[in-house]
């Protein structure tokens, strides 16, 4: 039954061209993700995991090999589909917050919908929503450089919420912050996850897999088991 | 959902407060300049436009001189004689003709009580008959005109105030006139001229300070140059003539330089290099049309430099900005962001700069257009071009309002272009790695 794959990745290789040559830093890769799962994504730095996650996220393109999310086979997309597919189907959070600086944590959050073309009147509404779910309602007219780490991690998860996407993909979110705030973000992830929504976290921290129902490992480019 | 793009670049522009008006500030310096100058351009044009007005466009001044581009009349040549005024009369499209001799003078002079002497820096006198008032159209305000044969002049209302307004010149005063050569010429004032066109910056060639008979007053001999004839001759430096009406001034000058051409007194008496000039109501117009034209290729060059500059000023600073926020813009191509909304968002900051700019940019030009017209009407009337009742006046030139500010939002958007498109073009995977 593929229908209650999140994502598919069937044989996915990206070898990249730099100057002294051809870099494989994903090698075959095949994995499915169901919906509903917390996956965590460990490997050495440099295994490939970021590549993976942007390939996913529809940011790039594999060299060969099929991704398909919702069963929407990715290779076929234009870029301009691809934009499309990342505003609707895809929640990114970054290791770096990536809020946009000149915009207050609602506007972050309303952001995404803008985008996908969501009318102006429930964009508002849901935001709020969101940023109440997050227990951060009280800073929605804060710019995000008058929010603490933690707080910024909080207002992008709302954000990666905001078009009810049907993945998360989340590249070290913990990774700038400070193990309690951390753990905190996690248990805001967790509780997402509880509520239905697919994550994929990259993490380094081996202590959070006690946060997710499986973890995948990556080794040179390539998938295994075992770590 | 363009509004919304439209209202995150003005908030972008916001956050960046100092950045924004700096960049703000070379526009509107750009166009504010090129609104100071096309409100002084187009003042001065109706300025000067107003004043050539009183010149009667009937009139044709007649001299002789080079027929260069532009005529140039020398007013030392003495060639037209009475003879030749009579001819010219008689032309089917004249109206009258009057001659004009041009007496240089240094001095003049007035007895106050018996001893005592009030002098005067000199000017012209100019030797004619009662026809020139009609020509020029100047009216008698006070006494009558003056008497062929006689020690008579008549004086304009500026000339009346020559010793300054205690001391005011009237009817039955006598002055002393020192001609360049040294000889006094005694003259009695029998009339006082006023003319609206007093206040004319060439008031020189239509208003004259004195006008006095031909007679004592001008006779020239010629001898040399007739043939070895020892004539006494009287001859003129330039004539006035008027044609009968508006629509007959070119053919009455098509006339004239017929006849001056053929045997008239005046072509053998003019040095063979010089050529015949006639000036006319259309003429000054071309004349004025030209330096105007250089006015406005004046504007045009700085308004072009200025939006050059401030365009660059905008296209520096967007690429600043683009670089600037090369994360910020991965991350928003990540979220969802088209890339089309990439290049709307930093389009329309460059676009609200140029069109801000240019606005305020008219704003600031207004007022220092304002500011210039007090300084140079005040200049003006220190050059002693006009008396105190023209004064230069303020006039916007509204199509330049509307030029710049449009060109300040073409600019905006022409030097966002190729900033946006770097922006638009960026690889999201490389835009989230940069630093
Ligand atoms: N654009 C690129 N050109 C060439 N090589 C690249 C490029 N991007 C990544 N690589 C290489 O591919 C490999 C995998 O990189 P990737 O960023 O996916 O690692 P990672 O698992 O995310 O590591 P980390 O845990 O440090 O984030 C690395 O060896 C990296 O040098
Ligand atoms: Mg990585």
């Given at each position: 039954?593929?229908?209650?794959?999140?994502?598919?990745?069937?044989?996915?290789?990206?070898?990249?061209?730099?100057?002294?040559?051809?870099?494989?830093?994903?090698?075959?890769?095949?994995?499915?993700?169901?919906?509903?799962?917390?996956?965590?994504?460990?490997?050495?730095?440099?295994?490939?995991?970021?590549?993976?996650?942007?390939?996913?996220?529809?940011?790039?393109?594999?060299?060969?090999?099929?991704?398909?999310?919702?069963?929407?086979?990715?290779?076929?997309?234009?870029?301009?589909?691809?934009?499309?597919?990342?505003?609707?189907?895809?929640?990114?959070?970054?290791?770096?917050?990536?809020?946009?600086?000149?915009?207050?944590?609602?506007?972050?959050?309303?952001?995404?919908?803008?985008?996908?073309?969501?009318?102006?009147?429930?964009?508002?509404?849901?935001?709020?929503?969101?940023?109440?779910?997050?227990?951060?309602?009280?800073?929605?007219?804060?710019?995000?450089?008058?929010?603490?780490?933690?707080?910024?991690?909080?207002?992008?998860?709302?954000?990666?919420?905001?078009?009810?996407?049907?993945?998360?993909?989340?590249?070290?979110?913990?990774?700038?912050?400070?193990?309690?705030?951390?753990?905190?973000?996690?248990?805001?992830?967790?509780?997402?996850?509880?509520?239905?929504?697919?994550?994929?976290?990259?993490?380094?921290?081996?202590?959070?897999?006690?946060?997710?129902?499986?973890?995948?490992?990556?080794?040179?480019?390539?998938?295994?088991?075992?770590? | 959902?363009?509004?919304?793009?439209?209202?995150?670049?003005?908030?972008?522009?916001?956050?960046?407060?100092?950045?924004?008006?700096?960049?703000?500030?070379?526009?509107?310096?750009?166009t504010g300049s090129v609104i100071i100058v096309a409100t002084a351009g187009n003042s001065l044009k109706v300025y000067i436009k107003e004043q050539w007005n009183f010149f009667d466009p009937t009139g044709i001044i007649i001299g002789v001189g080079t027929n260069s581009k532009p005529p140039q009349i020398t007013f030392t040549e003495k060639v037209f004689t009475d003879a030749d005024v009579k001819k010219i009369e008689g032309l089917p499209h004249i109206k009258g003709v009057a001659p004009v001799g041009i007496i240089a003078f240094k001095k003049v002079m007035m007895k106050e009580g018996f001893l005592k002497w009030q002098t005067k820096q000199g000017g012209t006198m100019w030797a004619s008959t009662p026809e020139l008032l009609k020509v020029l159209d100047l009216k008698l305000v006070s006494g009558e005109i003056f008497h062929e044969g006689k020690n008579e002049v008549l004086i304009s209302e500026g000339t009346a105030q020559m010793f300054g307004k205690d001391t005011s010149l009237s009817v039955g005063d006598t002055l002393y006139v020192q001609q360049i050569t040294g000889r006094i010429l005694k003259a009695k004032i029998v009339g006082i001229y006023n003319s609206s066109s007093e206040s004319n910056i060439l008031s020189k060639l239509t208003v004259p300070a004195m006008i006095g008979p031909v007679d004592p007053y001008y006779t020239t001999f010629f001898g040399s140059n007739?043939?070895?004839?020892?004539?006494?001759?009287?001859?003129?430096?330039?004539?006035?003539?008027?044609?009968?009406?508006?629509?007959?001034?070119?053919?009455?000058?098509?006339?004239?330089?017929?006849?001056?051409?053929?045997?008239?007194?005046?072509?053998?008496?003019?040095?063979?290099?010089?050529?015949?000039?006639?000036?006319?109501?259309?003429?000054?117009?071309?004349?004025?049309?030209?330096?105007?034209?250089?006015?406005?290729?004046?504007?045009?060059?700085?308004?072009?430099?200025?939006?050059?500059?401030?365009?660059?000023?905008?296209?520096?600073?967007?690429?600043?900005?683009?670089?600037?926020?090369?994360?910020?813009?991965?991350?928003?191509?990540?979220?969802?962001?088209?890339?089309?909304?990439?290049?709307?968002?930093?389009?329309?900051?460059?676009?609200?700069?140029?069109?801000?700019?240019?606005?305020?940019?008219?704003?600031?030009?207004?007022?220092?257009?304002?500011?210039?017209?007090?300084?140079?009407?005040?200049?003006?009337?220190?050059?002693?071009?006009?008396?105190?009742?023209?004064?230069?006046?303020?006039?916007?030139?509204?199509?330049?309002?509307?030029?710049?500010?449009?060109?300040?939002?073409?600019?905006?958007?022409?030097?966002?272009?190729?900033?946006?498109?770097?922006?638009?073009?960026?690889?999201?995977?490389?835009?989230?790695?940069?630093?």
């Open positions: 039954m593929t229908d209650e794959y999140a994502i598919e990745v069937r044989s996915v290789t990206k070898v990249y061209q730099s100057g002294k040559g051809e870099f494989r830093a994903l090698h075959n890769v095949s994995l499915q993700i169901k919906k509903g799962e917390f996956v965590a994504l460990m490997g050495r730095s440099g295994s490939g995991k970021s590549t993976l996650m942007n390939i996913l996220g529809c940011l790039d393109r594999p060299s060969s090999g099929d991704v398909l999310l919702d069963r929407e086979n990715l290779s076929r997309l234009t870029d301009g589909q691809l934009a499309e597919v990342r505003g609707k189907k895809i929640g990114f959070i970054f290791q770096t917050f990536n809020l946009v600086p000149t915009l207050n944590a609602l506007k972050n959050v309303v952001l995404p919908m803008i985008f996908v073309g969501v009318p102006k009147a429930s964009r508002e509404h849901r935001a709020l929503e969101l940023l109440r779910r997050m227990g951060i309602e009280n800073w929605a007219t804060h710019l995000p450089s008058e929010l603490s780490g933690g707080q910024q991690q909080r207002v992008s998860i709302a954000r990666a919420l905001s078009n009810n996407p049907t993945i998360i993909l989340a590249d070290e979110p913990t990774g700038n912050l400070d193990s309690k705030t951390g753990e905190k973000v996690m248990e805001f992830l967790s509780m997402i996850n509880k509520e239905g929504k697919t994550i994929l976290l990259v993490t380094h921290d081996p202590l959070l897999t006690r946060y997710t129902t499986r973890t995948i490992y990556l080794k040179d480019g390539e998938v295994s088991d075992r770590p | 959902m363009i509004s919304d793009i439209f209202t995150m670049s003005l908030d972008a522009l916001r956050s960046r407060k100092i950045r924004t008006f700096l960049t703000l500030l070379g526009v509107i310096i750009g007739v043939g070895g004839l020892l004539r006494k001759v009287t001859a003129y430096t330039i004539l006035y003539a008027a044609a009968v009406d508006t629509e007959s001034v070119n053919k009455a000058q098509v006339e004239i330089l017929e006849y001056l051409n053929g045997a008239s007194d005046a072509n053998k008496y003019k040095d063979e290099k010089t050529d015949f000039v006639f000036i006319t109501q259309e003429y000054i117009q071309e004349r004025i049309e030209q330096i105007l034209s250089v006015v406005n290729m004046f504007i045009t060059a700085i308004a072009v430099v200025s939006l050059i500059v401030g365009g660059i000023g905008i296209a520096n600073i967007m690429f600043a900005t683009v670089t600037e926020r090369t994360r910020e813009i991965g991350t928003m191509m990540a979220i969802g962001a088209k890339r089309r909304i990439i290049m709307q968002l930093f389009l329309y900051q460059s676009a609200i700069i140029g069109l801000l700019g240019g606005i305020l940019g008219c704003i600031i030009g207004a007022s220092g257009g304002a500011f210039i017209i007090q300084i140079l009407g005040n200049y003006v009337q220190e050059l002693g071009f006009s008396t105190s009742s023209a004064h230069l006046p303020l006039i916007y030139p509204m199509e330049w309002f509307v030029i710049a500010t449009i060109s300040g939002l073409l600019i905006g958007i022409l030097a966002g272009v190729i900033p946006a498109r770097k922006a638009a073009k960026m690889d999201p995977v490389v835009a989230l790695r940069h630093e």
